[in-house]
């Protein structure tokens, strides 16, 4: 079965509202958790690291204004993208890593976010 | 920082024939593992195959093997038997770890490469 679950799959806004996508550890406890974009084609790109308890680590370009990444718990990490905009559509994939050692990387089903 | 390098954009293959993708890397660290993902039409990532640096012997998953080159930081996969079911776009990833196995900081992905089962 699913290890994360990620809802919602799909989701169509208007520009200048905000999306709320969530990430589920379903089996263990995730301190950690990643949220990446993907375009057509392309390579999955890490936007942010979510720590539970703290603030994300957001990598460089990526506005950390306009993705909000919430870690309130240990299975449950949000990434709101807000006043979105038609750019901001593209696929959405959370990923948590098994702890303790880390070295299995399981996915979220993605989110396909479409802003008109 | 490493970086992870996929050279084949595209790659095509008959049912039942073999297929290699080409992945190198780029690491100054001692300790790490490299991964294998596919990414099917669905988009669900899947990993298909992993190998930890400090082991010589190349990993297999049934159909899937890996031929690991540490000196030359290489990591190819090797689909034998290839079925249709193997159309999708493959990842070749890395993160590092400490002596102890544990990996820390994230994943680092190459670009990927489109592969197509042909009937």
């Known amino acids: 079965g699913a290890v994360v679950s990620q809802h919602p799959s799909w989701v169509i806004c208007k520009s200048g509202t905000s999306v709320k996508i969530e990430c589920r550890s379903l089996d263990f406890q995730a301190t950690t958790m990643f949220w990446y974009r993907q375009f057509p084609k392309q390579s999955l790109m890490l936007m942010a690291t979510s720590n539970e308890g703290s603030k994300a680590t957001y990598e460089q370009g990526v506005e950390k204004d306009k993705f909000l990444i919430n870690h309130a718990s240990l299975t449950l990490s949000t990434l709101t993208v807000t006043s979105a905009h038609p750019e901001d559509s593209s696929f959405y994939i959370c990923?948590?890593?098994?702890?303790?050692?880390?070295?299995?990387?399981?996915f979220g089903q993605g989110t396909r976010l479409t802003v008109v | 920082a490493q970086t992870v390098t996929q050279s084949q954009p595209e790659m095509s293959v008959q049912e039942a024939e073999t297929v290699t993708l080409s992945c190198t890397y780029d690491t100054s660290e001692s300790n790490y593992y490299l991964f294998w993902y596919k990414q099917p039409p669905s988009r669900q990532m899947i990993l298909v195959i992993r190998q930890e640096a400090y082991k010589q012997q190349n990993a297999t998953e049934n159909r899937f093997s890996v031929n690991f080159q540490k000196a030359a930081k290489s990591f190819s996969l090797k689909i034998s038997d290839s079925q249709l079911g193997d159309t999708a776009m493959y990842f070749c990833a890395f993160i590092p770890s400490n002596a102890g196995g544990t990996s820390y900081g994230k994943l680092t992905f190459g670009q990927g490469t489109i592969l197509t089962v042909h009937p």
């Open positions: 990923s948590i890593l098994r702890p303790p050692m880390n070295t299995e990387a399981f």
